[in-house]
Nanobody, 117 residues
Framework: QVQLVESGGGLVQPGGSLRLSCTAS????????MNWYRQAPGKERELVAG????????NYADSVKGRFIMSRDNAKNTVYLQMNSLKPEDTATYYC??????????WGQGTQVTVSS
C-alpha cells in the first residue's frame, strides 16, 4: 500500500528551526521526484521545495530560499526539509508529494508547523 508519512512538525518560536521528514513505502521511491508543499488556513497550497529522483540539489520557493534545505536519502526512502530562521508566515500544514515522469502523484497526510512566540 502506498504511503507517505510526514513527521517532525510542531510549535517553534520565530527564528527557530525544525526538520521535517517524509518516509515513503509501497512504490519505487527512487523513480519519483519529491516535493514539499504547504497550506495555511484560508490560503492556497503552495510549492515550497522540490528535488529530482537522484538529484544533488533542490529548488525552492523565493519565500524560503536561503532558509530551508531539502534533501533525500533513497536508501531510507526518505526526504527531509530542514527549516531554519522560521517566521510566523511559515505556519502551515506541510505535505510531502511524490511525482513520477508519467504524471502519477502521491500525497502524505501532512504535518503541522506553527511558528509563534
Amino acid at each position: 500500500q502506498v504511503q507517505l508519512v510526514e513527521s517532525g512538525g510542531g510549535l517553534v518560536q520565530p527564528g527557530g528551526s525544525l526538520r521535517l521528514s517524509c518516509t515513503a513505502s509501497g512504490f519505487t521511491f527512487r523513480n519519483y521526484a519529491m516535493n514539499w508543499y504547504r497550506q495555511a488556513p484560508g490560503k492556497e497550497r503552495e510549492l515550497v521545495a522540490g528535488i529530482g529522483r537522484n538529484d544533488g540539489s533542490a529548488n525552492y520557493a523565493d519565500s524560503v530560499k536561503g532558509r530551508f534545505i531539502m534533501s533525500r536519502d533513497n536508501a531510507k526512502n526518505t526526504v527531509y526539509l530542514q527549516m531554519n530562521s522560521l517566521k510566523p508566515e511559515d505556519t502551515a500544514t506541510y505535505y510531502c508529494n511524490a511525482k513520477n515522469l508519467w504524471g502519477s502523484a502521491y500525497w502524505g497526510q501532512g504535518t503541522q508547523v506553527t511558528v509563534s512566540s
